[in-house]
């Protein structure tokens, strides 16, 4: 397949840049949703901009499951902050891990994932079941996941909409709420909809640029 996409003058592909710079740098982490409805599309529409990712072999390893059951949602809300609770009140965080979250102001308390209309969990496909019953393996599913995933947040950022990367540890309870098979594992939760009307988010500064980029003559 020939592949010769055309010429953007540099006047435009800046302009396109800082463009695409100044939308993400809006974009915040979201721990106070509102209730308001989101529409299937929206989830479709961000997880076709996830299938466009780069992975390895173009194995493509993830598989996005959606649900807006209310019931689904809660079990998972409980089975969560169970974990949740062992990691900060149990003692199960180290000191290092909960020094570096206290800016963020974070606790056990998940009840976010009662109200928000859809909750996504990626998985990751350790391998794949082939049509003889073999299983494949998968390569570079942790480089692929997580590019895939990134591109799921800025597209549900360029449709309005906020959310937030989940990750209880351990989170083996998505496998057996979700019924997924042994060949995948639980990488990210995502809560997603509207921000809520008091929607707080930590006053956070982000990397200077001199400080993520090194140019090696």
């Known amino acids: 397949m020939h592949y010769s996409p055309e010429p953007i003058p540099w006047a435009t592909a800046r302009d396109r840049g800082e463009a695409f710079l100044r939308h993400m740098d809006s974009r915040r982490s979201v721990r106070m949703f509102s209730d308001d409805p989101v529409p299937r599309e929206a989830i479709e529409l961000a997880v076709a901009a996830a299938n466009t990712a780069p992975s390895g072999a173009h194995q ?14 809660h079990r998972i809300r409980v089975a969560a902050e169970a974990e949740e609770r062992e990691n900060y009140e149990g003692g199960r965080l180290p000191d290092a891990w909960r020094d570096a979250i206290a800016p963020l102001g974070t606790s056990s308390d998940k009840s976010y994932l009662d109200v928000v209309p859809w909750i996504v969990v990626v998985f990751a496909q350790k391998s794949t079941p082939m049509p003889d019953g073999s299983l494949r393996k998968n390569y570079y599913v942790n480089e692929s996941v997580g590019i895939a995933c990134g591109l799921f947040i800025a597209a549900l950022h360029t449709m309005g909409l906020a959310t937030l990367t989940h990750t209880p540890n351990p989170m083996g309870f998505l496998s057996e709420i979700l019924e997924r098979p042994s060949t995948e594992r639980p990488y990210i939760l995502f809560p997603i909809g509207h921000p809520a009307a008091d929607c707080e988010v930590p006053d956070l500064q982000r990397k200077p640029l001199a400080d993520a980029v090194t140019f090696v003559p």
């Open 60 to 73: 493509q390893p993830w598989t996005f499951v959606a649900t807006q059951d209310a019931d689904i949602k």
